[in-house]
């Protein structure tokens, strides 16, 4: 459903030389621990990019149920 968008976002990062790091919100065995008391997807999102976070100065996080309406 999503194939062009994730394809077009990849090429987009190669070209700028930026890193995606794609996590399983449910299976990311790094997070699992310490976000699984998020029952609240939104909670549990914002837990997950929290601790990727301590890795960069910067992120963009996306979903396919972010944009515009």
């Not at 997070?31 to 029952?39: A, D, E, P, V």
Request: glycine residues 2%; hydrophobic residues 35%; positive net charge.
């Amino acid at each position: 459903k999503y194939l062009v968008a994730q394809n077009s976002l990849e090429c987009y990062l190669k070209s700028v030389n930026y890193t995606l790091v794609v996590v399983d919100m449910d299976n990311d065995e790094r997070t699992k621990k310490i976000c699984s008391r998020h029952k609240h997807i939104m909670f549990k999102r914002h837990c997950i990019a929290a601790e990727y976070l301590k890795d960069t100065d910067w992120m963009l996080v996306k979903d396919a149920d972010i944009g515009p309406r």
